[in-house]
């Protein structure tokens, strides 16, 4: 019975070829990066309705507490407008309001079965995308229309399989068991986005969830891995120094020097002992502090991140992080607030899920290249999800399905071979079915 499922459901997949490929460009065109995602976040909303699924977003979907990194609210009522005259629907952005842009697809074939999610982010780079004539995107005029917004990382592509997957499910409702909860995700570049749903309750019954990206460590297209281990816990943070100025040759003694303390912290922040247990990784990637050359320097920005082969190693290089810049800023007596601009957790595959998938991807016989274990060693704040399904008894698991790249992702010129959208859709919907075929 799964088989002659599989084999429809690969059929079903090349009749949408064509459609997949309009609609991921359509993606492209439009890039909004996290939190400002309301076009897309709107048409995926729209579409989910159209077919048949219980849909809901705004705070029905995000804990406005957990949200990391979200723009100025100016900000996101100018990308509310712009993706309105860009086609939005209206109504839906409205339910949106303040950034609140995830949105979950929920089908219930019948109460007899598992719940199985699927998790597709949605947002793009604060990327300016290539101009040139090599650039297929740009050349073809699908390129991106919005100033510093870019698609380099595929999740147009996640986006345009996740609406495809809710497609072909509902046309085999009849044929399934238990629910679908397909949560289409914001804000994940700068790992942002998945805790806000999570500490929602997103996912707090399901019994299997999914993930996926196109290329990474699968650069071929026909490739796939089914075993994607070694997600590193991370932590993001923004710290701000506030001191006195005060003129540097007639009064240096009334000033409290924001520069030093800050550049004090960034020296320490590196001297964090490395944990015996694992990888532990520390970076200060900027500081920009002070007011001019005769000025003590009044203020300060540092922005730091963390990072942990799991997440206990990750919370001890966080909290001794949060100890050093504290400590910087007592010792020159200025003042510091730090915020959380992001975070993921430590995960590794549920191994009899993992085998599952490498079963099923070898038995579809589409792959030329089927991989057993791949490590990650980065960071994908969809681990969030994985960490609470299975604290929860249930199993996750997340695939690279491959792709040939114009690019490395985050690149001006990033593009990928769009076959792969076809194998992404027909490996992911045939893992959810078999799921769904299971009665409990």
């Avoid at 002070?290 to 206990?312: F, H, P, V, Y």
């Amino acid at each position: 019975m799964e088989n002659m499922l599989d084999k429809k459901i690969i059929t079903i997949v090349d009749e949408m070829q064509d459609d997949m490929v309009k609609m991921r460009r359509d993606f492209h065109r439009y890039p909004e990066p996290g939190w400002t995602e309301f076009r897309t976040a709107s048409l995926v909303a729209k579409r989910l309705e159209t077919l048949g699924y219980n849909v809901q977003t705004g705070s029905d979907t995000v804990n406005k507490d957990y949200m990391m990194g979200v723009p100025d609210e100016s900000v996101l009522k100018a990308a509310m407008q712009r993706a309105i005259s860009q086609g939005a629907d209206a109504e839906w952005v409205a339910k949106m309001d303040g950034g609140m842009t995830g949105v979950i697809g929920t089908m219930v074939f019948s109460q007899d079965g598992p719940t199985v999610a699927m998790r597709f982010d949605m947002d793009s780079n604060d990327v300016w995308e290539s101009k040139e004539e090599s650039h297929r995107p740009y050349k073809e005029g699908f390129a991106s229309v919005n100033d510093a917004a870019m698609h380099a990382c595929g999740h147009d592509g996640h986006t345009t399989v996740g609406l495809s997957i809710a497609a072909i499910l509902a046309k085999l409702k009849d044929s399934l068991h238990g629910k679908i909860k397909l949560i289409f995700q914001p804000a994940e570049e700068g790992v942002r986005g998945a805790r806000a749903m999570v500490e929602n309750g997103d996912v707090d019954d399901v019994n299997y969830i999914l993930g996926a990206h196109f290329g990474f460590k699968m650069k071929k297209t026909g490739s796939v891995a089914c075993n994607v281990k070694g997600f590193l816990a991370t932590s993001k943070y923004d710290a701000r120094f506030t001191g006195v100025p005060a003129h540097a040759g007639a009064a240096p003694e009334e000033g409290k020097n924001a520069l030093l303390a800050s550049a004090c912290a960034a020296l320490n922040l590196h001297a964090i002992s490395r944990h015996s247990a694992g990888v532990s990784r520390i970076n200060v990637g900027t500081l920009t502090a002070g007011s001019g050359r005769n000025i003590i320097g009044d203020k300060a920005l540092l922005q730091m991140e963390t990072r942990g082969g799991t997440s206990a190693i990750n919370d001890y290089m966080e909290n001794e992080a949060l100890r050093i810049l504290k400590a910087a800023a007592t010792m020159y007596d200025v003042g510091i607030k730090i915020k959380k601009m992001g975070g993921a957790a430590g995960a590794d595959n549920s191994p009899e899920l993992a085998r599952y998938i490498q079963n099923k991807a070898e038995s579809l016989g589409i792959f030329n290249n089927v991989v057993g274990a791949c490590d990650f060693g980065a960071s994908e704040d969809f681990s969030y999800f994985m960490e609470r399904v299975q604290k929860n008894g249930g199993e996750a698991a997340y695939i690279m399905v491959g792709a040939d790249l114009a690019a490395g992702h985050h690149d001006s010129n990033f593009d990928f071979d769009e076959k792969a959208l076809g194998y992404s859709a027909k490996i992911l919907t045939t893992l959810a079915a078999g799921l769904l075929q299971k009665k409990q």
